[in-house]
């Protein structure tokens, strides 16, 4: 197998005390609720040179199955800062690394997300990311006083809320703002530009009220994994995160996006495929296999069936008989690529519900890569040689503990085989991914997008 020539990328997801649902009964984790914890994790990364931090984000409590709920830490976000907040605190602690946080399409107004995004972005001196989800929980709904929208649905609404977002971005030249003093003229006012939209959903004039971004605009990310959530990301996203166990289905997966953004005019290398993976690093096998024996047995079993449950809204999991296999579960208004991935998981390994509950509470339905340093770093190759993944969005199944272990013991791996970087080559987070900076895009008459 010939090796790539490209080296791969690598971020990290930040979640409390780790993405185990069993993590926050290990006695090495910490509470997740102090900023001296995430700012450790922050440097802790930089030093380790990754591209971008990255924080998911939840409009809810998800307090529906309350006993189920009070066992967890992270699954049901009863205990979540709101990102960008936090990032932008971490910014102040850092000067390399890329910021990511997540803001929904449902529940925002695009106006506000460009302005936050912008802010940040020019802040840290182009470090920031957007990570794009359309919010399926109906507890959001319940925030917002609104009915939650049918799936694809959720989705028109992404694509013209992007839109907007990304002519707005756009809405001054880079050379707009001449700050000359002798003439007395703060920003030339033929190198502004309204947006003047007006769509289906939203009517924004614009234009915002901060220059262009150091990076041309912030990077933007998006996680969904169904037909209309691959369109979206093949469009718009400079970064894909997703979700797949088994090698043939990341090779399927990447060479379907690759294809698809390319039929937007777009050339692969335009946007990064990086599935999330928990890898579990032991000094030998058995110990990388003992450290995940011992989180198994953390979790409760009546939580495992609540995290299963959370990726399938409209489901009462609780009907079904937990020890017959896992019966046929109609697809509902939640997270449909996820709720594929977990019931294809059951029938090719013939799992009970309690069985498929207990894996999916341990990896949300990501790959976990499990051995020394050197078989970890094998494992990531191959899918990086095979073209099942650009890099990789790191979700440490506990913190800092087996985030540490991953920068102490893989980095340093994957950076001898020359696979990883050594040191940052730029300032940016699209410095750090590869990707050039965007040419200014002038609005279309009566509506912003252009399409690319």
């Known amino acids: 197998m010939d090796k790539r020539k490209n080296q791969m990328k690598l971020g990290v997801f930040l979640m409390t005390a780790g993405h185990h ?8 984790t910490h509470d997740g609720n102090r900023f001296s914890d995430f700012a450790r994790l922050a440097t802790t990364a930089e030093a380790a040179k990754l591209d971008m931090l990255f924080f998911a984000d939840t409009l809810s409590s998800r307090l529906g199955d309350l006993q189920a709920a009070s066992r967890s830490a992270t699954i049901f976000a009863a205990q979540m800062f709101e990102p960008l907040t936090l990032l932008a605190a971490l910014s102040a602690v850092t000067s390399r690394i890329g910021l990511t946080a997540t803001a929904s399409t449902m529940y925002s107004e695009p106006y506000n997300v460009a302005r936050l995004f912008s802010s940040l972005d020019a802040l840290s001196n182009g470090r920031a990311g957007w990570n794009i989800v359309t919010t399926a929980d109906v507890d959001s709904a319940r925030n917002f006083g609104i009915e939650r929208p049918a799936h694809d649905e959720r989705y028109v609404i992404a694509e013209e809320f992007v839109d907007v977002v990304r002519g707005l971005w756009d809405s001054w030249d880079d050379d707009a703002f001449v700050r000359d003093r002798a003439s007395g ?145 109609p697809q509902t208004e939640g997270n449909q690529s996820r709720q594929q991935l977990a019931l294809a998981m059951a029938r090719r390994e013939k799992m009970t519900l309690r069985q498929l509950a207990a894996w999916f509470a341990g990896t949300r339905g990501h790959w976990m890569p499990i051995g020394t340093a050197s078989q970890v770093a094998d494992q990531m190759e191959e899918c990086f040689d095979t073209f099942g993944a650009d890099g990789f969005n790191i979700m440490p199944v506990t913190l800092p503990g087996t985030f540490e272990d991953f920068t102490n013991l893989v980095v340093p791996e994957l950076q001898n085989r020359g696979r990883f970087r050594a040191d940052y080559e730029g300032s940016t987070l699209r410095d750090h991914l590869g990707l050039g900076k965007p040419e200014r895009r002038s609005p279309q008459p009566g509506n912003e997008s252009s399409g690319a």
């Open 21 to 28: 649902a069993g993590a926050w009964r290990h006695p090495d």
């Open 185 to 329: 003229l703060f920003f030339d006012p033929k190198k502004v530009h309204f947006l003047e939209h007006v769509g289906k959903y939203f009517k924004v004039r614009g234009p915002l009220n901060l220059p262009r971004s150091p990076q041309g605009r912030p990077v933007l990310v998006q996680a969904g994994s169904s037909g209309v959530g691959k369109d979206l990301a093949a469009r718009v996203a400079d970064v894909v995160f997703t979700a797949q166990t088994l090698p043939a289905d990341r090779i399927s997966f990447y060479t379907d996006l690759k294809a698809r953004a390319a039929s937007f005019g777009r050339a692969a290398h335009d946007v990064l495929v990086m599935p999330g993976i928990s890898p579990i690093v032991g000094r030998t096998e058995a110990e990388a296999k003992e450290k995940l024996r011992y989180l198994n047995s953390l979790i409760d079993p009546e939580l495992a069936l609540a995290t299963l449950g959370n990726f399938m809204v409209d489901v009462d999991l609780r009907k079904f008989a937990l020890d017959e296999p896992v019966p046929e579960i």
